[in-house]
């Protein structure tokens, strides 16, 4: 044992897990197979895949370090144990929050000399990589050049601004995602029975369940997080009520006779199968204590919708994401926003943003906002409508809510058009009546060998050799000559544009 290792650690260095440790430490995936999400990395034959599988044949093929981009919570730091517990390398860890250029050196000088010495490859993973400095990440190089170690380095930044071009250009990039609902719940569920986590101690009620994946947010290590809480809120209950309370002539025969109010107990006799509900669930075999038990029923601790916002201080928004909430609230934030009703707007916004709706569908049905009922009374509504889409794929939320929230005000408090709307839904109607007609010869394609014996593009006025640039010739097929399926309003920009057409309309008609 060394200056690099201490207690605590498994043969290869890897932090060894105590009974006390948080959840999120413990439900750490021990092997490949219990890892949630990431699919895309993992396929057999993929680089990472070839990190956690080593074989001799593939050893020299393996990529010599890796920078693992993604999200909190998404198995950064699990991927870089499994990687040296797997391939049985030895494990050494520097957060760059507290490392300095003399401990990373020092790390890679004893990795340099375990490595010639015997031969011991070394594992070197380093945390929110992106807080290194400049300094720091040059002392990686030529570590990473001649694989003295391999890198695997964490970051929750886009590398590409935050890490130094020649370590990323030595280095394979990798990008995790978001882990799904299905991912989160996969977890979860596995954390309430595994051993390791709540040992079945506890029963999760569907509604707390449904709660908890919506304030995950695909963060694997939040929502263990939240779920330690409300089962530990849930548990301490659980023991407080089967604890012996003194019984008292006054209440001996009201406690004999009546059910408990107590709503975190389960299993008092008030109802006719002698099932109640609360916060403990009986568990015996046929419903009949065994031989030897003292006839007390086996029990779990229910973590009930109520004990999950107790312990995490944080109302449940009532919102379902595939039933009729979802439906409604999305109605009503879009007829809002319509309405030009800014604070209902921001009330909706807040009940999907805080229900865990995906930003991305969000800001689509901004944008569908901006050009329905908007339009050209401010063309620029959808200008700040698509910057708002982008800001949710470049920044992620939490912060790309302010990016949505902007958009939001700017639409409600728009003048508001829906004439673009009308007109493009009256020009498709016509085409699907039938109101086709051919295209008039002079506007044809002309730039092919024989075109012009065929009168393609015969007569075509060049527009801007005209005043105004505007030629005075006929456009539209003859059958629909005369149609005018753009009607503008009276209201923002869309004045501008009425008062441009009576211009134009004119001289259009002369080339009839």
Same mark, same amino acid.
């Given at each position: 044992?060394?200056?690099?290792?201490?207690?605590?650690?498994?043969?290869?260095?890897?932090?060894?897990?105590?009974?006390?440790?948080?959840?999120?430490?413990?439900?750490?995936?021990?092997?490949?197979?219990?890892?949630?999400?990431?699919?895309?990395?993992?396929?057999?034959?993929?680089?990472?895949?070839? &990190?956690?599988?080593?074989?001799?044949?593939?050893?020299?093929?393996?990529?010599?370090?890796?920078?693992?981009?993604?999200?909190?919570?998404?198995?950064?730091?699990?991927?870089?144990?499994?990687?040296?517990?797997?391939?049985?390398?030895?494990?050494?860890?520097?957060?760059?929050?507290?490392?300095?250029?003399?401990?990373?050196?020092?790390?890679?000088?004893?990795?340099?000399?375990?490595?010639?010495?015997?031969?011991?490859?070394?594992?070197?993973?380093?945390?929110?990589?992106?807080?290194?400095?400049?300094?720091?990440?040059?002392?990686?190089?030529?570590?990473?050049?001649?694989?003295?170690?391999?890198?695997? /380095?964490?970051?929750?930044?886009?590398?590409?601004?935050?890490?130094?071009?020649?370590?990323?250009?030595?280095?394979?990039?990798?990008?995790?995602?978001? &882990?799904?609902?299905?991912?989160? +719940?996969?977890?979860?569920?596995?954390?309430?029975?595994?051993?390791?986590?709540?040992?079945?101690?506890?029963?999760?009620?569907?509604?707390?369940?449904?709660?908890?994946?919506?304030?995950?947010?695909?963060?694997?290590?939040?929502?263990?997080?939240?779920?330690?809480?409300?089962?530990?809120?849930?548990?301490?209950?659980?023991?407080?009520? &089967?604890?012996?309370?003194?019984?008292?002539?006054?209440?001996?025969?009201?406690?004999?006779?009546?059910?408990?109010?107590?709503?975190?107990?389960?299993?008092?006799?008030?109802?006719?199968?002698?099932?109640?509900?609360?916060?403990?669930?009986?568990?015996?075999?046929?419903?009949?204590?065994?031989?030897?038990?003292?006839?007390? +029923? %086996?029990?779990? +601790? &229910?973590?009930?919708?109520?004990?999950?916002?107790?312990?995490?201080?944080?109302?449940?928004?009532?919102?379902?994401?595939?039933?009729?909430?979802?439906?409604?609230?999305?109605?009503?934030?879009?007829?809002?926003?319509?309405?030009?009703?800014?604070?209902?707007?921001?009330?909706?916004?807040?009940?999907?943003?805080?229900?865990?709706?995906?930003?991305?569908?969000? /800001?689509?049905?901004?944008?569908?906002?901006?050009?329905?009922?908007?339009?050209? /009374?401010?063309?620029?509504?959808? %200008?700040?409508?698509?910057?708002?889409?982008?800001?949710?794929?470049?920044?992620?939320?939490?912060?790309?809510?302010?990016?949505?929230?902007?958009?939001?005000?700017?639409?409600?408090?728009?003048?508001?058009?829906?004439?673009?709307?009308?007109?493009?839904?009256?020009?498709?109607?016509?085409?699907?009546?039938?109101?086709?007609?051919?295209?008039?010869?002079?506007?044809?394609?002309?730039?092919?060998?024989?075109?012009?014996?065929?009168?393609?593009?015969?007569?075509?006025?060049?527009?801007?050799?005209?005043?105004?640039?505007?030629?005075?010739? %006929?456009?539209?097929?003859?059958?629909?000559?005369?149609?005018?399926?753009?009607?503008?309003?009276?209201?923002?920009?869309?004045?501008?544009?009425? %008062?441009?057409?009576?211009?134009?309309?004119?001289?259009?008609?002369?080339?009839?």
């Amino acid at each position: 044992m060394d200056l690099f290792e201490s207690t605590g650690q498994t043969v290869v260095g890897v932090p060894e897990v105590s009974e006390h440790a948080p959840l999120a430490v413990r439900m750490r995936p021990a092997h490949v197979e219990e890892v949630t999400g990431q699919q895309h990395l993992l396929r057999p034959g993929s680089p990472l895949r070839r &990190l956690l599988e080593p074989t001799a044949a593939e050893n020299r093929a393996a990529p010599g370090s890796v920078i693992l981009w993604g999200p909190p919570g998404t198995g950064k730091t699990t991927l870089a144990y499994l990687i040296a517990s797997n391939s049985g390398r030895r494990f050494v860890e520097l957060s760059a929050v507290t490392a300095g250029v003399r401990d990373v050196r020092a790390v890679i000088e004893d990795a340099r000399r375990r490595l010639t010495a015997g031969g011991e490859e070394t594992v070197l993973f380093i945390d929110e990589v992106h807080r290194f400095s400049k300094s720091q990440q040059d002392a990686l190089l030529p570590s990473v050049e001649n694989r003295w170690v391999t890198l695997v /380095a964490a970051t929750t930044e886009n590398p590409s601004f935050s890490v130094n071009s020649p370590l990323l250009s030595r280095s394979l990039l990798l990008t995790l995602k978001s &882990l799904e609902d299905e991912d989160i +719940a996969r977890l979860v569920d596995r954390a309430v029975s595994d051993p390791r986590g709540l040992n079945g101690d506890v029963e999760l009620a569907p509604e707390a369940r449904e709660h908890l994946l919506r304030l995950a947010g695909g963060d694997a290590r939040k929502a263990l997080t939240i779920l330690e809480a409300a089962a530990g809120a849930a548990l301490e209950r659980h023991y407080d009520s &089967l604890t012996p309370q003194p019984i008292t002539d006054d209440s001996a025969e009201s406690e004999d006779t009546s059910p408990s109010d107590d709503p975190g107990v389960v299993g008092h006799a008030d109802s006719e199968d002698g099932a109640g509900s609360g916060s403990i669930v009986e568990n015996q075999d046929d419903g009949q204590a065994g031989a030897g038990e003292t006839g007390a +029923a %086996q029990t779990r +601790a &229910l973590v009930d919708l109520a004990t999950m916002e107790q312990a995490i201080d944080i109302a449940a928004v009532r919102y379902d994401k595939d039933g009729d909430q979802h439906y409604d609230v999305i109605s009503a934030f879009i007829k809002s926003m319509r309405g030009s009703d800014v604070n209902a707007s921001l009330h909706y916004l807040a009940r999907m943003i805080v229900a865990g709706e995906d930003p991305r569908f969000i /800001a689509r049905r901004i944008m569908i906002s901006a050009s329905e009922d908007v339009g050209m /009374a401010d063309p620029s509504a959808l %200008q700040t409508a698509a910057a708002a889409a982008q800001a949710v794929q470049l920044l992620g939320m939490p912060e790309a809510k302010y990016a949505l929230s902007q958009a939001v005000v700017h639409i409600a408090t728009a003048p508001k058009s829906n004439r673009s709307h009308d007109a493009i839904n009256a020009a498709i109607a016509d085409v699907q009546s039938g109101k086709i007609g051919t295209v008039p010869e002079h506007l044809r394609d002309g730039h092919y060998a024989g075109a012009k014996k065929l009168g393609h593009a015969v007569g075509y006025k060049y527009a801007h050799d005209y005043p105004h640039a505007i030629a005075p010739q %006929q456009y539209l097929p003859d059958v629909l000559d005369g149609a005018e399926y753009y009607q503008p309003s009276d209201r923002g920009f869309e004045r501008n544009v009425t %008062q441009r057409l009576e211009g134009i309309n004119p001289i259009l008609r002369d080339g009839r």
